[in-house]
């Protein structure tokens, strides 16, 4: 017969250890670097170890590309939004 298991997730050392870690940072990064890839010119990405979890961005770089992403919602597209 199976006995009951008494679980309890530490959220902060989840948050350490998971969320936060250098594999997580890894991926987010790779994910942020291929939007902006199909964003194009004048988007770029980066990423940073946050106080609870890993971060990444993409963001426009050139006004050019301030002015396509507003008459385009061209992150929006990149990420696979809506078209």
């Given at each position: 017969?199976?006995?009951?298991v008494?679980?309890?997730?530490?959220?902060r050392?989840f948050?350490?250890?998971v969320?936060?870690?250098?594999?997580v940072?890894e991926?987010?990064t790779?994910?942020?670097?291929?939007?902006?890839?199909?964003a194009?010119?004048?988007?770029a990405?980066?990423?940073?170890?946050?106080?609870?979890r890993?971060?990444?961005?993409v963001?426009?770089?050139?006004?050019?590309?301030?002015r396509?992403?507003?008459?385009?919602n061209?992150l929006l597209?990149?990420m696979g939004g809506r078209?």
């Open positions: 017969m199976a006995r009951n008494d679980f309890r997730l530490d959220i050392a948050s350490t250890e969320l936060n870690s250098e594999f940072l991926e987010i790779r994910t942020a670097e291929a939007i902006q890839a199909r194009g010119e004048g988007y990405a980066s990423s940073k170890h946050g106080r609870k890993a971060l990444a961005m963001y426009t770089d050139t006004p050019d590309a301030m396509d992403n507003n008459r385009n061209t597209k990149a078209k």
